[in-house]
């Protein structure tokens, strides 16, 4: 079942460890088949060596286990959540990557300092406010995704594919879930540019008409960076 986009969220969740966002066994990427509104996620505490597109587990959008033999990452409620509220993406990573965690962790969103975090988010990426105590104690990882929505507001989720849940870490999205994991390699290399900045003492937001030159050279119907398709 999906043998394709098993492929798709196996390879992506390998890219993780590729470039260095995780150890063990954590973090997650999925993918979702629009047309049957089937999911596809990193099984849960299989170690990244042992991934492969057979283990990959299979849910429907209200987290029954539909294909696969493993019990599908516990994240997975999380990630239903933001398949149902942004109907545009088609993949979603979560990781703990050092410095993106670093901000969730001190309860800050990642400004928009420079062109770098421009070309790939349109302005702050914002950090969740704090879970109350009954969102943690109940339905924990559902909770989880309606603070990340709720932070997004009515903002488009493809313009900011990313948040910080407070004390948590990052998420990511976009149309495919290699696209996702890649916009979590991306969101870590910004952070890190960001802490470095702010080390040496810069706190300037890039001007706004910078950010918006960058940020729609890369995307949006104007697009032209890259060479166009045949």
């Known amino acids: 079942m999906l043998q394709a986009l098993r492929k798709q969220v196996c390879h992506a969740n390998l890219l993780l460890v590729k470039y260095g966002l995780v150890i063990f066994t954590w973090g ?46 516990t994240d997975t409620k999380t990630h239903l959540e933001l398949y149902k509220a942004f109907p545009g993406i088609g993949g979603v990573t979560h990781t703990h990557s050092t410095f993106a965690t ?37 339905d924990y990882e559902t909770a989880t995704g309606k603070v990340i929505v709720e932070t997004v507001g009515g903002a488009d989720p493809l313009e900011i594919p990313a948040a910080l849940l407070r004390s948590h870490g990052p998420f990511t999205w976009a149309e495919t879930p290699t696209r996702a994991a890649e916009l979590a390699v991306t969101l870590e290399e910004v952070a890190r540019i960001a802490a470095l900045t702010e080390q040496l003492g810069g706190r300037a937001s890039i001007d706004s008409a910078l950010l918006e030159r960058h940020f729609y050279r890369k995307h949006g119907s104007g697009a032209y960076y890259g060479q166009s398709t045949p």
């Open 102 to 138: 670093a901000f969730a962790q001190a309860a800050r969103g990642i400004p928009a300092y420079g062109t770098t975090h421009a070309d790939y988010f349109y302005g702050e990426i914002p950090c969740t406010r704090a879970m109350t105590d009954a969102e943690i104690a109940g």
């Open 28 to 73: 997650n990427v999925s993918g979702i088949d629009r047309e049957s509104g089937l999911v596809v996620i990193k099984p849960s505490g299989v170690p990244y060596e042992q991934l492969c597109p057979e283990n990959m587990v299979v849910v429907d959008l209200d987290g029954r286990v539909v294909d696969g033999d493993c019990r599908p990452s």
